[in-house]
């Protein structure tokens, strides 16, 4: 049995008021500003002490610092109804990775967790480095998952987390011995209404490349089987209403479909051809839509080589047709090993490896429309916020979390939260009076609508800075020199509202 490790942060909330950074610089101490040149400097002091650091519709709700609390992670979340989140790490902890649970706190930030360290047992026979290997729930609140190396034979687990009064135990389910039943399992797992699990292999099964696995519970026991050998990539799989099983390869998307007798029937729907503009490497994991169209991303191919956006429809006689959504350039984000996630609105959402301002990645929206799907940049990762986003983001109660492998504080990973729906804001500036006589107090007053949250800044451009309260920020002086001095307001924005900025307004001094 493995006891928890809590580590508190105050970082974020998704209660509107907290997320993200939040500066609270000091007003500008009073002095007499004798030219415009000064002024102009003060300028760009202001902006760069209250600009945050990352764009303001994504927030850090945790920082990996490694030890004791994980370091890596590269797996998709998992939400439950309260709104924890619980994911793994590929290293920390005591070294070879955890599971650890996010869960909101009453400070407004977030409280990790380590449910389990990996390598806890001699030899690593309970697991290690669970690898974009994110974790299952079953209806009795158990916890299910895959490690990459470690177990009897060294090739892997799946393995079983229980909850308990005194923490969380670990229960080794299968160990993976190389061939012919697969080896280095990864991406996790999927539960089917019978409580069987499935998943794959990157290396092993009867080619020694990868393996689809059923594991099935019996009196107390789980049975593995190879149910498809498959050129593995870091890829899971996903299943639709019927019980079919969609998984990619290198080169194909595939469907295996229940035969009836306890089988299954492996069939290749779509493949892509080496370098292609048509998109080449489907890492990340399939989604499918209502109507069973398959929707992925490829990490290479394009027109740019650097991976599109896919669909595939079924059509007539039973062939599968590929769609292209939309084309990374590389520089707009490119390189996705992240699969997608839908809203409500039918819109998708995924990560980017490379590209957008920081050369660190995007996280980006594909916006469904009569005419096909719109792209666009939600935020750019700069190490930071995150650095490298492996895994599917997750949509839960409006907004996108996700993680990533370096970046944050420490350098170490984090976890983030995104709002692809944050409110547009309208800055407006007014001051009083206006014109004035040299040492006159002077009242600048910022108007931000809709209004967000008290506490937060306004800089007053050229002059100083004052807090939000009721959708109204004043800031007062009589250091301005004679003459006209010219002053806007801008908002910075949080997770949920936008940032704007005034028009310029001119301030006379007599």
């Given at each position: 049995?493995?006891s928890a490790v809590t580590n508190s942060v105050t970082k974020g909330s998704l209660n509107i008021s907290a997320?993200?950074?939040?500066?609270?610089?000091?007003?500008?101490?009073?002095?007499?500003?004798?030219?415009?040149?000064?002024?102009?400097?003060?300028?760009?002091?202001?902006?760069?002490?209250?600009?945050?650091?990352?764009?303001?519709?994504?927030?850090?709700?945790?920082?990996?610092?490694?030890?004791?609390?994980?370091?890596?992670?590269?797996?998709?979340?998992?939400?439950?109804?309260?709104?924890?989140?619980?994911?793994?790490?590929?290293?920390?902890?005591?070294?070879?990775?955890?599971?650890?649970?996010?869960?909101?706190?009453?400070?407004?930030?977030?409280?990790?967790?380590?449910?389990?360290?990996?390598?806890?047992?001699?030899?690593?026979?309970?697991?290690?480095?669970?690898?974009?290997?994110?974790?299952?729930?079953?209806?009795?609140?158990?916890?299910?998952?895959?490690?990459?190396?470690?177990?009897?034979?060294?090739?892997?687990?799946?393995?079983?987390?229980?909850?308990?009064?005194?923490?969380?135990?670990?229960?080794?389910?299968?160990?993976?011995?190389?061939?012919?039943?697969?080896?280095?399992?990864?991406?996790?797992?999927?539960?089917?209404?019978?409580?069987?699990?499935?998943?794959?292999?990157?290396?092993?099964?009867?080619?020694?490349?990868?393996?689809?696995?059923?594991?099935?519970?019996?009196?107390?026991?789980?049975?593995?089987?190879?149910?498809?050998?498959?050129?593995?990539?870091?890829?899971?799989?996903?299943?639709?209403?019927?019980?079919?099983?969609?998984?990619?390869?290198?080169?194909?998307?595939?469907?295996?479909?229940?035969?009836?007798?306890?089988?299954?029937?492996?069939?290749?729907?779509?493949?892509?051809?080496?370098?292609?503009?048509?998109?080449?490497?489907?890492?990340?994991?399939?989604?499918?839509?209502?109507?069973?169209?398959?929707?992925?991303?490829?990490?290479?191919?394009?027109?740019?080589?650097?991976?599109?956006?896919?669909?595939?429809?079924?059509?007539?006689?039973?062939?599968?047709?590929?769609?292209?959504?939309?084309?990374?350039?590389?520089?707009?984000?490119?390189?996705?090993?992240?699969?997608?996630?839908?809203?409500?609105?039918?819109?998708?959402?995924?990560?980017?490896?490379?590209?957008?301002?920081?050369?660190?990645?995007?996280?980006?929206?594909?916006?469904?429309?009569?005419?096909?799907?719109?792209?666009?940049?939600?935020?750019?990762?700069?190490?930071?916020?995150?650095?490298?986003?492996?895994?599917?983001?997750?949509?839960?109660?409006?907004?996108?979390?996700?993680?990533?492998?370096?970046?944050?504080?420490?350098?170490?990973?984090?976890?983030?939260?995104?709002?692809?729906?944050?409110?547009?804001?309208?800055?407006?500036?007014?001051?009083?009076?206006?014109?004035?006589?040299?040492?006159?107090?002077?009242?600048?007053?910022?108007?931000?609508?809709?209004?967000?949250?008290?506490?937060?800044?306004?800089?007053?451009?050229?002059?100083?800075?004052?807090?939000?309260?009721?959708?109204?920020?004043?800031?007062?002086?009589?250091?301005?020199?004679?003459?006209?001095?010219?002053?806007?307001?801008?908002?910075?924005?949080?997770?949920?509202?936008?940032?704007?900025?005034?028009?310029?307004?001119?301030?006379?001094?007599?």
């Amino acid at each position: 049995m493995q006891s928890a490790v809590t580590n508190s942060v105050t970082k974020g909330s998704l209660n509107i008021s907290a997320v993200g950074p939040r500066i609270r610089s000091a007003r500008v101490a009073a002095a007499v500003i004798r030219s415009t040149m000064t002024l102009a400097v003060l300028s760009v002091l202001l902006l760069s002490a209250t600009h945050p650091a990352k764009a303001q519709t994504e927030a850090v709700l945790y920082n990996f610092t490694g030890n004791p609390d994980g370091a890596n992670p590269e797996s998709r979340l998992t939400a439950d109804s309260a709104g924890n989140l619980y994911g793994t790490t590929y290293s920390g902890g005591l070294g070879s990775g955890t599971v650890f649970e996010l869960s909101p706190n009453s400070s407004g930030g977030w409280t990790e967790t380590v449910l389990y360290n990996f390598c806890s047992e001699s030899n690593c026979g309970d697991g290690a480095n669970p690898t974009y290997a994110y974790v299952t729930f079953d209806s009795q609140g158990n916890l299910y998952g895959t490690a990459y190396a470690g177990g009897a034979n060294g090739y892997g687990v799946v393995y079983k987390l229980t909850p308990g009064q005194s923490g969380w135990t670990e229960t080794v389910l299968y160990s993976f011995a190389n061939s012919p039943d697969g080896a280095n399992p990864v991406n996790g797992l999927i539960m089917d209404a019978a409580g069987n699990l499935y998943g794959t292999t990157y290396a092993g099964g009867s080619g020694g490349n990868g393996s689809v696995f059923e594991l099935t519970p019996s009196g107390g026991n789980w049975t593995e089987e190879v149910i498809y050998n498959i050129s593995s990539t870091y890829s899971g799989l996903a299943m639709d209403a019927h019980g079919n099983i969609v998984g990619t390869t290198y080169r194909t998307v595939f469907k295996l479909k229940p035969n009836g007798s306890g089988g299954w029937n492996p069939n290749v729907i779509f493949t892509f051809a080496n370098g292609a503009k048509k998109g080449t490497d489907p890492n990340g994991t399939p989604v499918l839509d209502s109507a069973g169209n398959i929707y992925g991303t490829t990490y290479a191919g394009g027109a740019d080589n650097a991976g599109l956006v896919y669909k595939l429809s079924l059509g007539t006689g039973g062939k599968w047709t590929e769609q292209i959504l939309h084309t990374f350039d590389g520089i707009y984000g490119g390189k996705p090993l992240a699969g997608l996630v839908f809203d409500s609105a039918g819109n998708l959402y995924g990560t980017t490896t490379q590209g957008g301002r920081f050369s660190d990645g995007v996280i980006y929206e594909m916006v469904a429309g009569s005419s096909g799907y719109t792209f666009r940049t939600l935020n750019a990762f700069m190490g930071e916020n995150g650095n490298g986003s492996y895994a599917s983001m997750i949509m839960a109660g409006g907004y996108l979390y996700g993680t990533t492998y370096q970046g944050g504080s420490s350098g170490n990973g984090a976890v983030f939260a995104a709002n692809a729906k944050a409110t547009v804001t309208t800055t407006t500036i007014t001051s009083s009076p206006n014109p004035s006589n040299y040492g006159d107090l002077v009242t600048f007053t910022a108007t931000v609508t809709p209004a967000p949250p008290d506490g937060e800044l306004i800089t007053f451009e050229m002059i100083g800075q004052a807090p939000l309260s009721g959708g109204k920020a004043v800031f007062q002086t009589s250091t301005l020199p004679v003459g006209k001095t010219r002053v806007r307001a801008i908002y910075f924005g949080d997770l949920n509202f936008l940032p704007s900025r005034s028009a310029w307004m001119t301030q006379v001094i007599k």
